[in-house]
Every structure is written in structure tokens, then in C-alpha cells.
């Protein structure tokens, strides 16, 4: 998501759509943090600066595999299409039993879906593991590629924000204001994957 706080002013008309957003995502790598203003430059070079709460959940980021996924575990997987149609993994992660299931458009890609699904099977196919996940109100398979991302939150702090790290931060904007909502940061060399 490109967005950027530092010239503002030189940025003018260009950055009203984003903003008229009411969550946003960023991902880069943390360039300053003083416990009160997070500076990140995102992927595509851009400074942002946001405002992080003294209660700011801040997640960890561990390995995670295909190896660990059962039957029953609820996964967080953005998807996009083929062109023959299927459906292919880019990012796939646990998340939380109490998370809600169901569909939406993400960004991590463009024309990306997220969907958080119960796994109801692991099967083998000719382009690779295949996943069907259950989200409540249907069913979906998903083929995950060797260059699927994976990883899983893991406990976390304020202080795990280090300049160098990378991290993917959601956020609300109050005006040209960047609200930091949650965090996830690299550890031991291991990067947010979402």
C-alpha cells in the first residue's frame, strides 16, 4: 500500500484516495522508534510515520510449514487466480480459533483474497499441496506452491521494534494521522509474511 506521511504536501491529490480508507496496511522495514513514533520506509521507498499506543499488540514472527497444518486448524490464506482458473496460495498462516471465517479482498497482491478457513483436507496434486478450507459459508482448494510464503505470529513487545526489523503494521488514519492498530515484526531473520 503506498502511503506516505513525510511531504505530505507534495504528494497533494495522489494520496486523498488512500486516506479515504478507513485501514490500512504497511509494510517496510522500521527506520526509527522512539516508544511513541514508529518511522517505516515501506518496500516501494516510501517514509511513513506512524503513532503506536503504549497498549499496541505487537506479534513476533516464528517459521511455520505444511508439515504443521492438520485437519481442523484454522488458516489465514491469501490467494490469487490462475489462469487456468485455480486457486494458488501466495501467503498461508495460522490464526486465532476465535478468528472469523469468510472471504475478503486483501492487498498484499493485486486482485489477492484473503480467506480464513478451517483446513477440512490435505490432499497431493500435480502443482502441489492442495488445502481445502472450509470458511463458513462454502468451501475452496487451494494449491500452495514452493514459493508460498509461511509463518506464524509469536509472542511479542514494544521493545521487539527495532530499526532494521521488518514489520507489517494496520492502521487507522484520523486525517493525514497514522493510528498503529497491531504489529508484526521479523525476529531471528524470519519477516511478517502477511
Given at each position: 500500500?503506498k502511503?506516505?506521511?513525510?511531504?505530505?504536501?507534495?504528494?497533494?491529490?495522489?494520496?486523498?484516495?488512500?486516506?479515504?480508507?478507513?485501514?490500512?496496511?504497511?509494510r517496510?522495514?522500521?527506520?526509527?522508534?522512539?516508544?511513541?513514533?514508529?518511522?517505516?520506509?515501506?518496500?516501494?521507498?516510501?517514509?511513513?510515520?506512524?503513532?503506536?499506543?503504549?497498549?499496541?499488540?505487537?506479534?513476533?514472527?516464528?517459521?511455520?510449514?505444511?508439515?504443521?497444518?492438520?485437519?481442523?486448524?484454522?488458516?489465514?490464506?491469501?490467494?490469487?487466480?490462475?489462469?487456468?482458473?485455480?486457486?494458488?496460495?501466495?501467503?498461508?498462516?495460522?490464526?486465532?480459533?476465535?478468528a472469523?471465517?469468510?472471504?475478503?479482498?486483501?492487498?498484499?497482491k493485486p486482485?489477492?483474497?484473503?480467506?480464513?478457513?478451517?483446513?477440512?483436507?490435505?490432499?497431493?496434486?500435480t502443482?502441489?499441496?492442495?488445502?481445502?478450507?472450509?470458511?463458513?459459508?462454502?468451501?475452496?482448494?487451494?494449491?500452495?506452491?514452493?514459493?508460498?510464503?509461511?509463518?506464524?505470529?509469536?509472542p511479542?513487545?514494544?521493545?521487539?521494534?527495532?530499526?532494521?526489523?521488518?514489520?507489517?503494521?494496520?492502521?487507522?488514519?484520523?486525517?493525514?494521522?497514522?493510528?498503529?492498530?497491531?504489529?508484526q515484526?521479523?525476529k531471528?531473520?524470519?519477516k511478517?509474511?502477511?
Open positions: 500500500m502511503v506516505i506521511l513525510t511531504a505530505f504536501a507534495l504528494m497533494g491529490a495522489s494520496l486523498s484516495p488512500v486516506l479515504a480508507q478507513q485501514a490500512l496496511n504497511i517496510g522495514t522500521i527506520q526509527s522508534f522512539d516508544g511513541k513514533l514508529l518511522g517505516v520506509e515501506t518496500f516501494d521507498g516510501r517514509k511513513v510515520s506512524i503513532d503506536v499506543p503504549a497498549d499496541l499488540r505487537v506479534t513476533t514472527t516464528k517459521p511455520f510449514s505444511l508439515s504443521e497444518v492438520k485437519p481442523g486448524m484454522k488458516l489465514g490464506v491469501t490467494t490469487v487466480k490462475a489462469p487456468d482458473g485455480s486457486t494458488i496460495a501466495i501467503d498461508v498462516r495460522p490464526i486465532s480459533a476465535t472469523s471465517e469468510g472471504l475478503s479482498p486483501y492487498d498484499l486482485d489477492s483474497v484473503m480467506t480464513n478457513g478451517i483446513v477440512e483436507a490435505t490432499v497431493s496434486s502443482k502441489g499441496p492442495e488445502l481445502t478450507l472450509n470458511y463458513k459459508t462454502g468451501t475452496v482448494k487451494v494449491i500452495v506452491p514452493p514459493e508460498a510464503t509461511l509463518s506464524q505470529p509469536g511479542g513487545a514494544l521493545s521487539d521494534l527495532k530499526v532494521g526489523e521488518t514489520i507489517f503494521v494496520a492502521v487507522t488514519h484520523d486525517g493525514p494521522k497514522l493510528n498503529a492498530v497491531r504489529a515484526v521479523s531471528d531473520g524470519v511478517p509474511t502477511q
